[in-house]
């Protein structure tokens, strides 16, 4: 059979210039922040991309989203109860929930606050107050449950548990904190304890752990209040430890590339970066530059890029530590995504969504709106804390209760 040049040619191009992918947990594929979509729209026009739905049926709370063969799952208080949830990523259409564990309190806004993990037809999900269960993504129907405090004898942070559990090899990992040891490996299909950290045992902080392979091993990276740490994969090990500085909650997922690993924290604390090429950790540099909050951090090719309390957004270069731009002016205060050569910047307070280039010269943005509608039940000292997500050409942003889909592909 003889395919026309035009056949060809279009085929060409749908697959040179669009990709989508699934975002299957918290910051993505990797937790880099990354998205690997292509055929996304590089300019918006006035007001922004089409809008796909609108739901308010997902609850209070600041949880996430992750994406995983036409779902969406995230998390949400109702009363006093919260509830994993499951929406048709592409209608918003609810399409069950399933209880979780009592209400977290807090004065910025209850609810949950960390994003669902999905993996091998399964999602997991930690309630505020240290319940971690395990349910299948068609049916919603309970696999299984622990609970970080009353099972693993952690202890509920100040502002409750926040991380998104790491599934890895079959592997659950949490951090449950405390003198057990602080970061558990659980089966994923079972739950039950493969091993505790017992070398390692502060208390939990508020960052979420990543998985590296480095020379040839497996391990897990993770942050706490005075400490960052590389776990042995398969036995909880201790492989090296470096020091930190945290002050009132340290809350940045960790950055690995090519054997060095790059922290931040708010509060005045700044960030730096660790060589773990020998085994060891070493100091590489350390300043405030960089003094991200809760928004996340991304590194894009040799930089990276997010929000710095007192510089506002900032391109840092990723080994140097030198500042290549800062702005102030243009945005607030808020959280960063990526896909397709183009950053998704978020303002907290006011809810507005700015597209800029993704390059080391400055600010250069290409479009911007504002989240309609917002929230009226968000507390008073809450804002729009949610990361944005973009995945099979949308972008998902949500205000507590209401969830947003917008069609951003060319």
Known sequence: ???????????????????????????????????????????????GPPKRWTTDQAGLGYSGFSISNGSLFTLGAFGKEEQLLAFNANTGEKLWSLPVGELLTNSWGDGPRMTPS???????????????????????????????????GGKVPGWGYTESVLIDHDRVICTPGGKRGTIAALDA???????????????AQYSSPIAITHKGKRQYIQLV????????????????????????????TPIHDDGHVFITTGYGVGCKLVNIETGDAKDVYENKFMKNHHGGVIKHKDFLYGYSDGYGWVCLNFK???????????????????????FYCLSEREGNIVLI????????????????PQTKRRSTRGKIWTHPVISNGKLYLRDQELLHCYDISR
């Open 1 to 47: 059979m003889k395919l026309s040049f035009h056949f060809l040619f279009s085929f060409s191009i749908l697959f040179s210039f669009s990709y989508g992918s699934d975002w299957p947990n918290w910051r993505g594929t990797n937790r880099d922040g990354l998205s690997k979509e292509t055929g996304l729209l590089q300019e918006w026009q006035i007001g």
């Open 118 to 152: 999905v993996a091998d037809g399964k999602v997991y999900a930690l309630g505020g107050k240290g319940s971690l269960l395990c349910a299948d993504v068609k049916s919603g129907k309970r696999i299984w449950q622990v609970h970080l405090v009353k099972d693993l």
């Open 189 to 203: 299909k079972t739950g039950n304890l493969l091993w505790r950290s017992t070398e390692f045992t502060d208390e």
């Open 225 to 252: 209040m005075k400490n960052l740490v590389g776990i042995e994969a398969n036995s909880g090990k201790l492989l090296w430890k470096s020091p930190w500085s945290g002050r009132t909650a340290v809350i940045p």
């Open 320 to 342: 140097k530590g030198e500042l290549q731009w800062n702005e102030k002016k243009a945005l607030g205060k808020g959280a960063i995504a990526y896909a397709d050569n183009r």
């Open 357 to 372: 280039e993704a390059n080391p010269v400055g600010w250069k943005a290409r479009g911007e709106f504002t989240i309609t």
